[in-house]
């Protein structure tokens, strides 16, 4: 049986049904999302709605978490919550938000070697001792060995990473398509124009589909 690993979807349904086109998906293969289905794009609710029904497998993102925790109301005081993020919060169902609150910071699949995760890892640190905040945002390592989450400071974590599981990541369109050793990186910037990608197991083989357009252009990292 195949795993498609795909990258941050940011609510672009129709390019989700594509890329699943693509891809050759038959249902019963196991689909694992990187994180980051909502926020951004045209359709979060769709693509939960598709998660939900389809049985896709999905880690956590940094914007899933966001808007999870606003909806259930630990919001900080006196902040405003963003257009791209007030939308999620207008349009998820209760189901929806139950499937989103069940997503793991991380997915282990010890027979592929493989682990899925929206950021990164701290290399030399164990699985286990991971902080939450470098599971959902690391970008980079800075030459001091601190983690950063952002991408001028240092070299990507994927680089450093040496193994032995291979790493199926998002979170960095600005870096785009990463391919190191062990960790490939899979958001390349479908939301902001770019495409929607898939690597897929056991054969090896990255898949992937334009976007319809740009809903959103780059300001800088998120
Ligand atoms: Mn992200």
């Known amino acids: ?66 808007v999870l925790r606003w909806y259930q109301g630990h919001q900080k005081p006196g902040k405003k919550l963003k257009p791209e993020h007030q939308q999620v919060l207008d349009t998820l169902t209760p189901e929806d938000w ?45 030459s001091d060995g601190k983690p950063s989450k952002r991408i001028s400071d240092g070299a990507p974590w994927a680089s450093l990473w040496k193994g032995p599981e291979l790493i199926l990541f998002g979170h960095d369109a600005v870096r785009g398509l990463q391919r190191y050793k062990h960790a490939y990186g899979l958001d390349s910037g479908c939301v902001y124009g770019g495409r929607l990608t898939a690597y897929v197991l056991p054969e090896g083989r990255f898949y992937s589909v334009p976007a319809k357009r740009a809903y959103l252009y780059m300001a800088g990292p998120a």
Not at 98 to 113: A, I, K, Q, T, V
């Open 1 to 66: 049986m195949r795993t498609l690993f795909i990258g941050d979807v940011h609510g672009c349904a129709d390019e989700l049904d594509a890329l699943l086109k693509e891809c050759g998906w038959q249902p019963g293969e196991r689909v694992v999302l990187v994180g980051d289905l909502v926020a951004k794009g045209p359709d979060s609710a769709g693509v939960v709605q598709r998660a939900r029904e389809l049985g896709l497998q999905a880690v956590r993102g940094n914007h899933d978490e966001h």
């Open 98 to 142: 139950r499937y989103l609150d069940l997503l793991p910071l991380y997915l282990r699949l010890p027979e592929l070697n493989a682990l899925a995760v929206h950021g990164g890892v701290v290399p030399g640190v164990p699985l286990k001792e991971q902080r939450q905040e470098h599971l959902l945002n690391l970008r980079s390592i800075t």
